[in-house]
């Protein structure tokens, strides 16, 4: 534990992104969080680790999906089958692909048909984001089962003041052609955005050469994805207020899959597709009352989730998941006296699988948060919840986080514990697979954990330098495993580490920074490194704005070795060769109202797979314009 201590504080500096136009370091501890407290509240008072990627960030790095901007994240790996449109999962903190809670405007955006309640985050394109908040850490107390690992909270954008039109057009390597169009405003009491979103890749290399038969050749993988969104607000009076947001994507993967006719199962001759129709919204109304003193949010949201998996050599070649998520919740903030916020809240949730079978579940939810400032530098928050699921039962969970910050040295102390919990799927309670003699477990127990970090962040030099580090350990129990002929809660892991920064600002126009994790998730049973969770993780990034006109932005990213299957899995378990890439964006504006950009990807044209038997895409030139009016 030392050694990884040591190590992260004297990692060698390098780069980051921030929003442009910021002032300077301190703007760092001056952005406002919500995910960690459930209300807006400056991160200085926050002991949670959480990582802010905001809209000048994602413009910054022209990203243009959400595994674009999350891949650097500290303390998360993330993991994609190939190019855009590969399923797509991250591991938090070590913990599994379905430990981290996943929102999008306050919506739930999980699917309750996924076999394991994992999020793809591959679907979701970015071009209305306003910020990306990462929390990590056992979140439940606020947020309920799937927090286990943290959460991802997406903030979409907002329309304000006179009409505005964003038009861009981008393309590339890879056969890229991507197209973005947008409109937002407001007129007196009414607030609107419309967004447009169309992102094509015609022909990314994902099948390692030397994994296919002779003579046969690779097909390149296809994906398009249309994605549609709005928000919509309106003040009924200055105290009282409606909302509307709602997204709507449809996406289309053509990809090659395994051959399961013979052992090992090489990749497949002839292409597979799948199809994604994914629509999320909610209707809510927020009001003050008692001269703020009362600050109510009432919500209403309904998702859905199709899927349809066309694989001539699958079985069955043809599945079909549709999901149905109903919502309706509740959250009040009570201003009390001696600088202290009560948030309560209440939820209630149904979950409903229609295909591939036919089962439902209902969640009633109640919590409370305590918000507390003692004195200028010393804040806390305490949270319970409790959660009664119509299938297993109730759980209760917790979380307490102060935060110190020393006046005369400026060094913030924080530290947190909590629990967290991870519901059983519908699927893996009752679908059976008959012809295979594995069936559903109606009676597994949610999975459950406890979890704590201690850190410190220390500033010098009027806060332009700055570093840190924070330890975490995460004990989950009750994991969900499977047996020869069913499910059963036996697992048992441990996942610890370090997560580390530095950052320096020698001028208001250049920002660099560092961020090194170490992760150890260790199966109990086994005494066995869990799969796709590689121990060292390090990203270098820098923003400089050479002139009023051109912002330049560069990230060097290195993924240590980790344990993986291979492709099909016929060999369980081998050992991975880590990875390092660098990309490089620059963008001009030629004036008020119309840009150009322009990026490289895998500058130096790595070639490493991720998962094992996916290859990632090679070096890629892309170039745009953006028109604004």
């Known amino acids: 534990m030392r050694k990884w201590f040591s190590l992260s504080l004297f990692l060698s500096l390098g780069f980051v992104s921030i929003p442009v136009g910021a002032n300077g370091p301190s703007d760092e501890l001056q952005t406002i969080v919500v995910t960690a407290t459930r209300v807006p509240t400056p991160r200085e008072q926050i002991a949670s680790s959480v990582t802010v990627i905001t809209a000048a960030d994602l413009a910054a790095r022209q990203d243009q999906s959400l595994p674009d901007a999350l891949k650097e994240v500290p303390g998360l790996n993330l993991v994609q089958s190939g190019g855009p449109g590969g399923q797509t999962s991250i591991f938090m903190r070590?913990?599994?692909?379905?430990?981290?809670?996943?929102?999008?405007?306050?919506?739930?955006?999980?699917?309750?048909?996924?076999?394991?309640?994992?999020?793809?985050?591959?679907?979701?394109?970015?071009?209305?984001?306003?910020?990306?908040?990462?929390?990590?850490?056992?979140?439940?107390?606020?947020?309920?089962?799937?927090?286990?690992?943290?959460?991802?909270?997406?903030?979409?954008?907002?329309?304000?003041?006179?009409?505005?039109f964003t038009v861009s057009l981008q393309g590339g390597s890879f056969d890229t052609f991507n197209q973005a169009a947008s409109v937002s405003g407001s007129a007196d009491r009414f607030r609107y955005l419309f967004s447009l979103d169309h992102l094509h890749s015609g022909a990314t290399p994902v099948t390692p050469l030397g994994l296919l038969?002779?003579?046969?050749?690779?097909?390149?993988?296809?994906?398009?994805?249309?994605?549609?969104?709005?928000?919509?607000?309106?003040?009924?009076?200055?105290?009282?207020?409606?909302?509307?947001?709602?997204?709507?994507?449809?996406?289309?993967?053509r990809y090659t899959g395994n051959d399961y006719n013979f052992f090992p199962a090489p990749p497949a001759a002839s292409q597979s597709q799948n199809d994604t129709q994914l629509f999320y919204s909610r209707l809510s109304a927020h009001g003050l009352a008692f001269e703020g003193a009362l600050e109510s949010t009432l919500g209403l949201a309904y998702g859905r989730n199709e899927s349809e998996d066309h694989d001539p050599n699958g079985f069955p070649p043809n599945t079909a998941y549709t999901g149905d998520r109903f919502k309706a919740d509740y959250q009040g903030n009570i201003h009390l006296a001696n600088n202290q916020t009560l948030v309560v809240g209440a939820e209630h949730q149904r979950d409903e699988?229609?295909?591939?079978?036919?089962?439902?579940?209902?969640?009633?939810?109640?919590?409370?948060?305590?918000?507390?400032?003692?004195?200028?530098?010393?804040?806390?928050?305490?949270?319970?919840?409790?959660?009664?699921?119509?299938?297993?039962?109730?759980?209760?969970?917790?979380?307490?986080?102060?935060?110190?910050?020393?006046?005369?040295?400026?060094?913030?102390?924080?530290?947190?514990?909590?629990?967290?919990?991870?519901?059983?799927?519908?699927?893996?309670?009752?679908?059976?697979?008959?012809?295979?003699?594995?069936?559903?477990?109606?009676?597994?127990?949610?999975?459950?954990?406890?979890?704590?970090?201690?850190?410190?962040?220390?500033?010098?030099?009027?806060?332009?330098?700055?570093?840190?580090?924070?330890?975490?350990?995460?004990?989950?129990?009750?994991?969900?495993?499977?047996?020869?002929?069913?499910?059963?809660?036996?697992?048992?892991?441990?996942?610890?580490?370090?997560?580390?920064?530095?950052?320096?600002?020698?001028?208001?126009?250049?920002?660099?920074?560092?961020?090194?994790?170490?992760?150890?998730?260790?199966d109990q049973a086994t005494d066995e490194e869990l799969l796709r969770r590689p121990k060292n993780k390090a990203t270098l990034r820098g923003t400089y704005q050479a002139t009023p006109r051109l912002l330049l932005d560069a990230t060097v990213l290195y993924v240590g070795g980790w344990v993986d299957g291979n492709r099909d899995f016929s060999i369980l378990r081998l050992g991975v060769s880590g990875y390092t890439t660098v990309d490089l964006a620059a963008t001009y504006d030629l004036n008020a109202n119309f840009s150009v950009f322009a990026r490289i990807n895998n500058l130096l044209d790595e070639s490493y797979q991720t998962p094992e038997g996916f290859l990632q895409p090679s070096i890629g030139a892309f170039a745009g314009v953006r028109l604004r009016f």
């Open 353 to 522: 699988i229609r295909e591939p079978i036919s089962a439902d579940t209902t969640i009633s939810s109640g919590y409370a948060e305590l918000q507390s400032a003692f004195s200028a530098g010393f804040f806390s928050t305490l949270s319970a919840r409790y959660d009664n699921n119509d299938r297993f039962g109730s759980k209760v969970t917790y979380r307490i986080a102060p935060v110190y910050t020393l006046e005369r040295s400026g060094t913030m102390l924080k530290a947190t514990v909590g629990t967290g919990f991870k519901a059983p799927t519908l699927s893996q309670m009752f679908q059976n697979f008959t012809g295979f003699g594995f069936f559903g477990n109606p009676d597994l127990k949610p999975e459950r954990s406890v979890g704590y970090d201690l850190g410190f962040e220390q500033p010098f030099a009027d806060n332009r330098f700055r570093f840190g580090a924070t330890y975490f350990r995460n004990d989950v129990k009750g994991l969900i495993e499977a047996n020869a002929t069913s499910y059963t809660n036996i697992g048992h892991v441990i996942t610890e580490g370090v997560e580390s920064f530095l950052s320096y600002q020698p001028s208001g126009a250049l920002t660099l920074r560092a961020d090194y994790t170490y992760t150890k998730a260790t």
């Open 94 to 164: 070590g913990t599994n692909s379905n430990h981290t809670k996943v929102l999008v405007d306050g919506i739930d955006v999980s699917d309750p048909s996924n076999p394991t309640g994992a999020f793809d985050f591959s679907q979701f394109l970015v071009q209305d984001i306003q910020k990306i908040e990462v929390l990590r850490g056992p979140q439940s107390g606020l947020y309920g089962s799937d927090a286990i690992g943290g959460v991802v909270n997406i903030i979409t954008k907002s329309g304000n003041g006179p009409a505005r």
């Open 213 to 253: 038969l002779p003579g046969e050749r690779r097909i390149d993988d296809y994906y398009d994805n249309l994605t549609a969104s709005t928000k919509l607000g309106f003040d009924v009076t200055d105290h009282f207020d409606l909302g509307l947001v709602a997204r709507y994507t449809d996406g289309k993967l």
